[in-house]
């Protein structure tokens, strides 16, 4: 059987155990053994077993050849927990492996472990301020517009809001974002570029959102010094300050600035056992238990270690900030010992490397749930941090700038016409481009008044509307743009001549409009003399 890569996704652990199963029994050579006077049929020492694992994870590049034999011992011992093996007589259940030549067996039934299934983990989706919700508040300043050279005929469609006649455009201001949008907007980019790094359909599986503290990564990305090391806020949470110049003083030997020159052999070994048991005692790994399923995922990358590089840049920034910090001078301080040269052994069994590696990696990366293989996942992922530690524990900028970009185009003014829909669509809204003051008045003066001057002329001009259609658009007009309009009429006799009266001619009066009215006939009585 040929190993093959396990690459990152959910579950990978679990796929890690069941890959390394299937390759150790189809590789180790089962015969006939003797013990005490018996003989046993198809089984193995555990020597033999030790020997055979080992040559097998170290030809794997899911492990690669840094695990050491200690680390076999240990993976066997929880084989033997697991029932992946049993001794002759059936026993199974306890890690009392050693490597020697006792007799062990493959049971008959699977050892391989099934996929657990872990609820589905929803997604946050962030609202944003839609085109049609108007901003608090009236604007501030006025929106530049880049002058453009047109005819009367485009002013006129282009302007004949003044008119009526065309529907208008709008500016759009959007809501500002308070510090907890721009927070959550980090979050969501952050695991957005994570999942297209690991190139998973989701990150339900392996990474719970909600676990995700959108504070820390805007913290890390920001509160750092000029090494690239994170300052917390809350100094409680800094290392010792013993504990600095532990580390400090193995880093820079022979010359400790922080402590007195040793007067006895072996106090570099004291030192760094004194180390080892302040991050030893630890609750919780430095990349902690909620993370542990997005690094072991990260670590199906490592053949591709521009792609690992920057999906534990990502990863690492979802960390609280003073585990980061932690991380930052442990990792870079097991780096720069294991290059020490003058430094003295700190071990006689193993290389220093090697033992940074053994002393460090649970402290690091462990499971909460004792996953089974995840010391040689601790191991790998120790050894891929210290030989990549600068690039990997500094903010990654090319996230950091899409980021930044994003908010400024989401904080700027937008101009939406009529009937058109909301930004949501692609490709997005363009914007003007910032002027200043000066700029505006200027391109306002001589960009806009000669063309509205036209339109205005052509009304004016026009002889196909009536004269009633006419007054009722220079009114319009007028309302709209007061100043083009008071340069054509500056005063009410210019305009009235525009319209000029016509003479209406009196009728003549009647010579018998000015007599009496017609008096009816009455009879009088006649005297007669």
């Not at 591709?304 to 932690?326: D, G, T």
């Not at 790998?380 to 690039?391: A, G, R, T």
Request: proline content about 7%; charged content about 25%.
């Amino acid at each position: 059987m040929e190993p093959r890569l396990v690459g990152p996704g959910p579950y990978r652990a679990t796929r890690l155990w069941n890959e390394i199963i299937e390759l150790f029994r189809a590789g180790m050579p089962l015969r006939k053994h003797r013990c005490r006077f018996k003989s046993y049929e198809r089984c193995f020492k555990a020597s033999e077993a030790v020997e055979c694992l080992h040559e097998l994870l170290g030809s794997n590049q899911n492990f690669g050849p840094e695990v050491t034999r200690d680390q076999t011992v240990k993976l066997l011992k929880k084989f033997l927990k697991n029932h992946v093996i049993e001794d002759i007589k059936g026993r199974w259940g306890k890690e009392d492996f050693e490597d020697d030549g006792r007799l062990y067996r493959f049971p008959p039934s699977s050892p391989l472990k099934s996929y657990p299934k872990k609820p589905s983990c929803g997604k946050e989706v962030i609202k944003f301020p839609d085109w049609n919700e108007p901003r608090a508040g009236p604007s501030q300043e006025p929106i530049p517009v880049k002058s453009i050279a047109m005819n009367s005929e485009m002013w006129y469609k282009r302007h004949s809001i003044a008119i009526g006649e065309v529907p208008a455009c709008k500016l759009v201001f959007r809501r500002e974002l308070t510090q907890t949008n721009i927070e959550e907007i980090w979050k969501s980019m952050t695991l957005s570029r994570l999942q297209k790094v690991l190139g998973l359909d989701s990150l339900d599986e392996v990474l719970d959102a909600k676990l995700v503290n959108s504070k820390h990564i805007v913290q890390n990305v920001y509160n750092v010094n000029k090494q690239g090391i994170v300052t917390l806020e809350d100094k409680s949470k800094e290392l010792p300050h013993w504990i600095l110049s532990a580390m400090k003083c193995l880093v820079n030997w022979p010359s400790c600035s922080d402590l007195k020159q040793p007067t006895y052999s072996g106090f570099e070994r004291d030192v760094f056992k004194t180390i080892v048991d302040y991050f030893s005692q630890m609750k919780e790994p430095l990349l902690t238990f909620n993370f542990f399923d997005i690094f072991v995922s990260v670590l199906g990358l490592l053949q591709k270690p521009s792609k690992a590089v920057e999906a534990l840049q990502i990863s690492c920034l979802l960390l609280p900030p003073e585990n980061r910090k932690r991380l930052q001078l442990l990792v870079r301080m097991m780096a720069r010992i294991s290059l020490n040269q003058d430094l003295p052994r700190l071990s006689e069994s193993v290389r220093t490397r090697t033992l940074m590696v053994q002393a460090f990696s649970r402290c690091i990366l462990c499971s909460k749930d004792e996953i089974d293989l995840d010391e040689l996942l601790a191991a790998k992922l120790v050894s891929f941090l210290m030989d990549n530690y600068q690039e990997i524990l500094n903010v990654p900028s090319a996230l950091k700038s899409s980021i930044e970009d994003h908010v400024v185009h989401l904080q700027r003014v937008q101009i939406k016409h009529a009937g058109a829909d909301s930004d949501a669509t692609l490709p997005p809204p363009s914007f003007c481009h910032q002027i200043t003051p000066g700029e505006f008045e200027y391109q306002r003066a001589s960009g806009s008044q000669e063309p509205l001057a036209a339109l205005l002329e052509e009304i004016v001009m026009n002889k196909e509307i009536s004269v009633k259609d006419k007054k009722k658009k220079l009114k319009q007009f007028q309302k709209s743009y007061p100043e083009v309009y008071r340069v054509r009429f500056p005063s009410p006799e210019t305009e009235a001549m525009l319209f000029p009266e016509k003479t209406k001619q009196k009728p003549p009066i009647l010579m018998w409009a000015l007599k009496k009215p017609f008096q009816p006939f009455h009879r009088t009585r006649s005297f007669r003399m």
